[in-house]
């Protein structure tokens, strides 16, 4: 399966702090995207990475993809209160329908 | 304006009912998706059309029953409910039909099957 796999499944962070999530995938793909998903909200897009992208940034968030080890990680910096959330990675194909994981649950603690 | 809008955002019925769930967008955008979260957050792809037209169609029940009346809208309707269907079911758009585009949802609805 294209799956994504995210990890971990939760992380609680103090406020101020980084937080990092991982995302394995397991075939080849053509882009990876994260999302954020707030508590009874819907996805929000963050960023996408293409298969040629190695590092993206966006504010606060670099995303980095590693297509020879099939995974790619997330990184929040100065993490906020706001920032809790669910985060999903989701990979796709030129064929395929995009594919998510079941997401890290992110806590920020003030 | 809220670029995707599902309507309702709780639905709570009996087994065996009929149900319909509305998504409507704003941004003009062509692909419109329906998706269901389970209980663990898992986001499983379940129909996808473009221009009114079906393109994809994972593997549903016949009961859920899409329909795309003009290109701003897709519905949901799912007939005979039963408790496995409680969850909650995101529309989503993109723009174009390429699969390096961001989509766009709406908030969810939950649906409880009592």
């Known amino acids: 399966s294209q799956q994504g796999e995210e990890d971990p499944q939760a992380l609680s962070i103090q406020e101020g702090e980084n937080a990092t999530m991982n995302c394995s995938y397991k075939t080849s793909i053509n882009n990876l995207q994260w999302y954020r998903q707030n508590s009874g909200r819907g996805l929000v897009h963050l960023i996408l990475?293409?298969?040629?992208?190695r590092e993206k940034h966006s504010g606060r968030l670099r995303v980095t993809l590693d297509t020879s080890k099939k995974s790619s990680s997330l990184l929040i910096t100065a993490s906020r209160a706001a920032d809790t959330a669910s985060y999903f990675c989701a990979t796709g194909t030129t064929n395929t329908p995009l594919v998510f994981g079941k997401g890290t649950r992110l806590s920020v603690i003030a | 304006d809220t670029a995707v809008s599902q309507t309702p955002k709780y639905l709570v019925t009996q087994m065996g009912n009929d149900k319909s769930i509305k998504c409507e967008q704003n941004l003009g955008h062509d692909t419109m998706y329906w998706y269901k979260q389970d209980s663990k957050k898992f986001l499983k792809i379940m129909f996808s059309y473009n221009n009114k037209e079906l393109i994809i169609n994972e593997t549903v029940p016949n009961r859920f029953s899409p329909k795309s009346p003009d290109k701003a809208h897709l519905n949901l309707h799912i007939n005979s409910l039963e408790l496995g269907d409680s969850a909650v079911y995101f529309c989503?758009?993109?723009?174009?039909?390429?699969?390096?585009?961001?989509?766009?949802f709406g908030d969810g609805t939950r649906l409880s099957i009592l």
């Open positions: 990475i293409r298969s040629n992208e």
């Open positions: 989503a758009t993109q723009a174009g039909t390429g699969r390096d585009q961001p989509q766009h």
